[in-house]
């Protein structure tokens, strides 16, 4: 019978490198440092200048550039690219059905009222509601005047 | 002594004796910790996507509110913010950097490295209650609002904003404002605590003594998922 070893040292896989092998990381590390920095400077100057895009342009290319940043801060800080394959999985297959769900059932299903067409159903709405009471407060009169006269209409 | 395994997606993985994934259970619950937390997140951010265009037309707008730089007396719209971004990414370089020196076991650059990433945490936190303190004060000129007051709805010069009334637009941006900064500071600042142990336990010798910098890494992932979340707030709140 195997011996159950959950003593991470023997099976954890980056848990020691040697001298070289961390200079060419840290440099990578580096490198992905100003890779965010281009891409937050690039969001500021857009933010700062919004008047001048389509607001669903924009809406792109800022959730673009953040899920940009998350790749690179999932992968390369939190080192799940050296993690083996499973694992990616069990993290990244989840949440990414999370956030399709949320693109599709918010933006584009369940969100079209409060994002797009309220204003025409709201007021198809009320008119519906409307024409509903004034047809009840007219049964209303019509059925105290029958009573009135003590049913002799029925 | 301890033999440095491959990445080898391999059928013996699921053989039973060692964990599948081939990372130790206290790394894998910080990931299922990290991910049920980022839902925490997505689902207040959708709610504020929600809200926010409910109400497209009186909902403020981020690069007129949050315009303060400190020691400057003008109006630098998300200046700040992206100071505060840019403080955090570096913090998390400086962590990242961390967790690599203890693959090394040079326990001096950790406790260096540790040591910055825990200024970075301290400055994000005391950023964030600035911006939180401008944004309760207000701005001199105030807007009027139909407040209660004794009992009775007024029109009155207001400045700032809470809980109950706003200068800038609508109360609920305020609340949501507070709520969304307010757990992510306080997910900093907790992040801030737990670096801070194992900084002490680093320079204790702990570390050392184990022989593995792991607690170092799993800190590691927690303050990685903060500076994460951050993005996604900083991208939704103060740039959409």
Sequence with gaps: ???????????????????????????????????????????????????????TLLMFIFIGFTVLKAFYIVY??????????????????????????????????????????????DKQITEQQQKLKEGGEQHEQTGEHHEGETQHHE | MSSHAIATDS?????????????????????FFLISDALTFSGLLCAYGFMRHKYPDVWPVPGHVFTHFPFYEGHIPLAYVGFMTFVL?????????????GHRNDRKKVLMWMFWTIIGGLTFVGSQAWEWY?????????????????????????????????????PVFADFFFFITGFHGFHVFSGVVINFIIFLMVYNRVMEKRGHYEMVEKVGLYWHFVDLVWVFVFTFFYLL
């Design chain 2, 11 to 31: 059928k013996d993985d699921w053989s039973g004796g060692r964990s599948p994934f081939g990372i130790s259970y206290g790394k894998m619950f910080m990931w």
């Design chain 2, 89 to 101: 990414i570096m913090s998390s370089v400086t962590m990242v950097l961390a967790v690599e020196a």
């Design chain 1, 76 to 121: 390369a800080f939190m080192h799940l690219g050296d993690e083996k394959k499973a694992l990616k999985w069990v993290i990244i297959a989840p949440y990414s059905c999370f956030i399709i769900y949320l693109a599709f059932m918010v933006c584009l299903g369940e969100g079209e009222y409060s994002m797009g067409h309220r204003n025409v159903m």
């Design chain 1, 1 to 55: 019978m195997s011996e159950f070893h959950d003593d991470y040292p023997q099976y954890e896989m980056m848990a020691h490198h040697s001298e070289e092998a961390g200079v060419a990381k840290r440099k990578k590390l580096w490198g992905v440092f100003w890779i965010m920095l281009t891409i937050t400077i690039i969001e500021l100057i857009i933010g700062f200048n919004n008047h001048y895009f389509n607001p």
């Design chain 2, 134 to 170: 401008h944004f309760i004060v207000g701005t001199d000129h105030g807007a009027v609002r139909n407040i209660l007051v004794d009992g009775q709805w007024k029109d009155v010069l207001i400045h700032g904003a809470n809980l109950t009334y706003n200068e800038y637009g609508l």
